[in-house]
């Protein structure tokens, strides 16, 4: 497949899917031929080490929708760039360290490639957009620093919701490149409603625009001040250590990164910054999975995803952990009668609905 048909499906498919959460992928269901392509967002990485894998061929993979197997079309890296929003906690407890990040904002946003934008949303108890997407890193470095002022915490309110800030990250993605891949880092301080599922406050940390966009969702924790118990919670990967139970409830921010394909770093303040470069240069080790889906029919229906190794795969590469979003919505393209989906990324599945 050409790049310049690669990057027509991507167009067509990002205005037209709506994915699920749970594996991390990139739906889009089209007419017939290299149009039906569905293009899903996936990271591959060696369960003992960690370590990326990113040299695939299409039967290294198989994908499930909705428990049938889909052909594999085409596997690629680097192809398709980022649309990234940083959602930053300007609430008292976060708020301190947006000082502390400041100097290593830029050095991190350089992790990211040259075609990659970056947005930034504020929130508290209310979110606002700061800056739209642009590739400029010294004005995101800018705006970023700008947070730092008191004068926020008053400005969006003293309570705060997590939802509001993914609820105007989710909207803000459809202002973004339709070709890119679609991500949401959320700054915040974890507490202990971030990992314990139905406690405080935390009603739905996400909303239906973050699930429309099909966004894949990761975090850049705050772990300061944590007994050791906590810590550990909070640095260590959410698959091995999380109960099932807590890991697929839609309420904690570790869920959500396992239900849609995304990773979170926890840390003290000397190393987020180092984590978030860690986490920006790994969204560049993801690979684009092409399929052809069972159905062409873009109706709004929820379909599931599920991957799973090839046993050539494993032979080359040992055991092979594949983080990608778990469904998608074939949501009809805007404008038309006629049923249509999404490529580049998945949606996650409404928790607010059975």
Known sequence: MTRAMLCSLALFAFSSLTPVAAQTTTPKPAASGDDALVLLDVQLIRAGTGEPVTRLSPGDIRVFEDGAECPVREISHGRLPLAVVLVVDVGKSFHPTIGHLTPEIES??????????????????????????????????????????????????????????????????????????????????????????????????????VLTSGSTICGALLTRGRSGFATFMSVVSVFPVVPPDQRNDPLVIRSWASRTGGEVFGGPKEALGTGLAALFARLHERVVISIVPRSLTRDGSYHTLRMAPSSDLERREGAVEIRAIEGYFARPRAGTGTPAGTEGQGTAKDPTTN
């Open 108 to 209: 991190a946003l350089g992790r990211l490639g040259a075609r990659d934008e970056v947005a930034v949303v504020a929130f508290n108890e209310s979110a606002e957009v700061i800056q739209e997407f642009t590739r400029d890193r010294k004005l995101i470095a800018q705006k970023f620093a700008a947070l730092s002022d008191p004068v926020w915490q008053k400005k969006l309110g003293g309570k705060q919701k997590l939802e509001a800030g993914l609820a105007r990250a989710g909207a803000l993605m459809e202002k973004g490149n339709p070709l890119s891949r679609r991500v949401i880092v959320l700054m915040t301080r974890e507490t202990i409603y971030t990992w314990l599922p139905r406690s405080g406050d935390y009603k739905v940390a996400a909303s239906r625009e």
